[in-house]
T-cell receptor, first 114, second 114 residues
Framework: AQKITQTQPGMFVQEKEAVTLDCTYD???????LFWYKQPSSGEMIFLIY??????QNATEGRYSLNFQKARKSANLVISASQLGDSAMYFC???????????FGTGTRLLVSP | KAGVTQTPRYLIKTRGQQVTLSCSPI?????VSWYQQTPGQGLQFLFE???????NKGNFPGRFSGRQFSNSRSEMNVSTLELGDSALYLC?????????????FGPGTRLTVL
């Protein structure tokens, strides 16, 4: 079964600190993509970062990096230098070759304090 | 470039009624996917359309249907509304529907069923 697990319902971090949001996945398909999305209270899903299953290097996008450990089936999101505007829900998602369907985790609510 | 737009943004209906939600993808995008987000079930895939054809379908009853027009705009219809259909309905578009393609989400339509 294809499943995404996010074990942290909520995380707290102080402004300017780094934070890691955990994501593990379960699949037997060798070809897949892993995504992280941010959902502010407004509801819109904002794409943050993508990692392909065959990518050799960990993905980075500005302050976001993805710690991809294929053997452990984990794809943790690292946010460096947190900002107040980073407070939101964060979703890890997986997609398979040939399909547009995204399978989402339950999300982690991040709260950044001054 | 304009983003994904969804109309209406908010909707209140009563049980038994039907509703139609609309999604206009980013210009040039041919794949449109729909998701339902509820506090209890999280984010779940409804269906995906590409070039006016439904390519993938999630595990939802037949009351949920959709279509895509030649200009890639998509509509989603829910007939005989139930209280449990209250949710945020998100639409996402991508260029061609390849696994690596980023999906851009709209702001969502928040449906309340009374």
């Amino acid at each position: 079964a294809q499943k995404i697990t996010q074990t942290q319902p909520g995380m707290f971090v102080q402004e300017k600190e780094a934070v890691t949001l955990d994501c593990t996945y379960d699949t037997s398909d060798p070809s897949y993509g892993l995504f992280w999305y941010k959902q502010p209270s407004s509801g819109e899903m904002i794409f943050l970062i993508y990692q392909g299953s065959y990518d050799q290097q960990n993905a980075t996008e500005g302050r976001y990096s993805l710690n991809f450990q294929k053997a452990r089936k984990s794809a943790n999101l690292v946010i460096s230098a947190s900002q107040l505007g980073d407070s939101a829900m964060y979703f890890c998602a997986m997609r398979f070759a040939g399909f547009q369907k995204l399978v989402f985790g339950t999300g982690t609510r991040l709260l950044v304090s001054p | 470039k304009a983003g994904v737009t969804q109309t209406p943004r908010y909707l209140i209906k009563t049980r038994g009624q039907q509703v139609t939600l609309s999604c206009s993808p980013i210009s040039g995008h041919r794949s449109v996917s729909w998701y339902q987000q509820t506090p209890g079930q999280g984010l779940q895939f409804l269906f995906e359309y590409f070039s006016e054809t439904q390519r993938n379908k999630g595990n939802f009853p037949g009351r949920f249907s959709g279509r895509q027009f030649s200009n890639s705009r998509s509509e989603m219809n829910v007939s005989t509304l139930e209280l449990g259909d209250s949710a945020l309905y998100l639409c996402a578009s991508s260029v061609s529907g390849r696994a690596r393609d980023e999906q851009f989400f709209g702001p969502g339509t928040r449906l309340t069923v009374l």
